[in-house]
């Protein structure tokens, strides 16, 4: 995880486009400037951005579904709940599944847990469109080889 850059994913662990699932690890760092003000002597994973974490698990997957020719955009949160507290350290689980595609948009339900247990969950409204700008997809092509996205996958979907 690199938690300034927004990149909250650090592997792709399994990915099934048949079945409309994906689970990922993320390692949350040990320290973050985000850390400092989140919360003085008591550091906390700021819900913002475990909610920013399944939005991005559940990215990758609509990309792989929609063999990586539309970016799926963040469009509405929905049943957000911080079950209990991640601190810095703790090594993530995010899984997501889709529920519902079409006419340009995805809903998905993720979850995070650590160690087995339940700590947050969320259902994601996504918009899919082309993607906006060549750079935007070059820098997608990046990061999916950065973290282990099997494009094998798009071909057995």
């Known amino acids: 995880m690199n938690l300034e850059y927004f ?11 048949g079945e409309r699932t994906i689970t990922v690890d993320a390692q ?21 951005l475990l909610i920013e974490a399944m939005a991005q698990t559940s990215g990758w997957l609509l990309i792989a579904m929609l063999k990586f020719e539309r970016m799926p955009f963040l469009a509405a949160v929905k049943e957000a ?8 350290g703790e090594a ?7 529920a519902h595609e079409g006419s340009g948009f995805a809903v998905t339900e993720a ?20 993607f906006p700008h060549p750079d935007l997809r070059a820098h997608m092509e990046v990061m ?3 973290i282990g996205f099997p494009k094998q996958a798009i071909a057995n979907g």
Do not use: W
């Open 144 to 146: 999916a080889t950065k």
């Open 7 to 17: 990149q909250l994913i650090d592997r792709i662990a399994a990915i099934n486009v």
């Open 81 to 88: 709940k911080m079950r209990t507290f991640i601190a810095p």
């Open 92 to 98: 993530l689980k995010i899984e997501a599944r889709v």
């Open 111 to 130: 979850k995070i847990s650590v160690d087995g247990k339940l700590k947050c969950n969320a259902t994601l409204t996504f918009r899919h469109v082309p």
């Open 28 to 48: 949350v760092p040990q320290t973050s400037t985000i850390f400092e003000g989140h919360f003085p002597g008591y550091p906390l994973m700021p819900g913002v």
